[in-house]
């Protein structure tokens, strides 16, 4: 049974292999301690047209640059290789050939040319990769591959995630059934200036690398990139579409018919994931939805939604069920953006804080109530023009501190 969401339908049991001509896979090859699968792979049958976005940290990981390779060379992909548990950034000249030798090792064992293969990795920064195992386990890999893969997959690429994060939908297009799926993985170091730590996206419509690469571009700025855990952009983050053109749909544009709900299904499949990153942050116990209404600017509601919803002061607010609402006014001011001082509302859910910059008279036990939930959301209306933007983040906790304070024992 699916669920109708507009014009596209969620499939509740979809994966990453739903898209026509996808198939997935994942096992153990000794990169992690436990015996949780480390190394996974998404391959579909034919070179499925690609694009890709990437972290702006200055330190980016050496597997990022050999995909862009592997896309610049022809827009296509028919591999994505991943490895979790280590991240092979910062590694110099041994870290890139370690992942062109991931790529040259992908490609043989499927039988693809090398520049139809993509690589990324996840985990500890500055540790080079232990490559007989890598290799070991890529060699194993087309064993594991299936069209039911798509779990496998998913627990492949998780390092303190908690749960797997993963979304399909369909819609119809030209008369034909279209899916697009998601996976991602993330939990810590996310604040994205991209995209967010790792993600992966498929879909059997038939669209070129250059529309599909505007429109991962568009979606990331409304999704991925409104999401922070902890204020820190990884040396690795990266998404990842794919679009075998299975379908046989005719070749989607803003011009199509069927553009703008292929358009929403695919801001969807994002959205979820950034928001299931955002509820699995490291330690968190909540979800925290920031909306900024009534901006003179798009650029400004957004700076001001992210810098609320990356305040440590909002996020242990919430976390202590305290509705201290003088630490969310303070972060809209150092947002860096003018704001009318005068005119500012603030709700906590539908508990009203603020008014025209005044504070209110409230019920302190029900805010507290509120904020004892799973999902906080804080309003913010600026009341100085029409622009609006929303950012998804979490509470900060003791258990953040204690699992970073040993990420690496």
């Given at each position: ?210 529309m599909l690469q505007k429109l991962l571009n568009e979606v990331t700025d409304s999704t991925f990139n ?184």
């Amino acid at each position: 049974m699916t669920t109708k969401v507009n014009e596209y339908a969620v499939v509740p049991e979809g994966s990453v292999t739903t898209p026509k001509g996808f198939r997935a896979g994942g096992l153990h090859c000794g990169l992690k301690k436990t015996q949780r699968h480390d190394l996974g792979v998404i391959v579909c049958e034919v070179p499925a047209n690609a694009a890709g976005v990437y972290t702006l940290n200055q330190f980016q990981a050496a597997p990022l640059k050999v995909t862009q390779e592997s896309i610049a060379a022809g827009g296509k992909l028919q591999a994505m290789l991943v490895n979790s548990g280590n991240a092979n950034a910062c590694t110099g000249q041994q870290g890139e050939d370690d992942a062109r030798s991931m790529r040259e090792a992908c490609a043989k064992a499927f039988g693809l040319a090398e520049h139809l293969v993509g690589v990324t990795s996840t985990g500890v920064i500055g540790e080079l990769l232990p490559m007989p195992k890598v290799l070991g386990g890529i060699e194993k890999l087309p064993s594991q591959v299936k069209a039911d893969g798509g779990d496998d997959f998913c627990q492949a690429i998780l390092t303190t995630d908690l749960v797997k994060k993963e979304i399909c939908v369909s819609l119809t297009v030209d008369g034909r059934t279209v899916h697009i799926a998601g996976a991602a993985k993330g939990s810590g170091m996310i604040h994205p200036n991209m995209a967010t730590m790792l993600g992966f996206i498929t879909t059997d419509a038939k669209i070129e690398s250059a529309m599909l690469q505007k429109l991962l571009n568009e979606v990331t700025d409304s999704t991925f990139n409104m999401i922070t855990v902890d204020g820190d952009t990884s040396t690795n983050d990266m998404v990842i579409v794919m679009a075998s053109g299975l379908a046989e749909n005719e070749s989607l544009t803003p011009g199509h018919g069927d553009w703008d709900a292929f358009a929403a299904g695919f801001r969807h499949v994002g959205e979820y994931l950034a928001k299931a990153i955002a509820r699995d942050g490291e330690g968190a116990t909540k979800l925290i939805e920031v909306s900024v209404n009534g901006a003179d600017s798009r650029e400004a509601a957004r700076a001001i939604a992210k810098t609320v919803i990356g305040s440590s002061l909002v996020k242990s607010a919430c976390f202590g069920a305290d509705a201290n609402w003088g630490r969310i006014i303070a972060a809209v001011g150092r947002a860096g953006y003018p704001v009318n001082v005068d005119t500012v509302d603030i709700r906590l859910g539908d508990i009203s804080v603020l008014e025209q910059s005044r504070p209110v008279r409230f019920d302190e036990d029900a805010a507290e109530a509120y904020l004892k939930g799973e999902l906080v959301q804080i309003v913010v209306h600026l009341n100085m023009g029409q622009a609006l933007a929303t950012a998804w983040g979490c509470d900060l906790t003791y258990d953040y501190v204690r699992i970073n304070a040993a990420y690496r024992t």
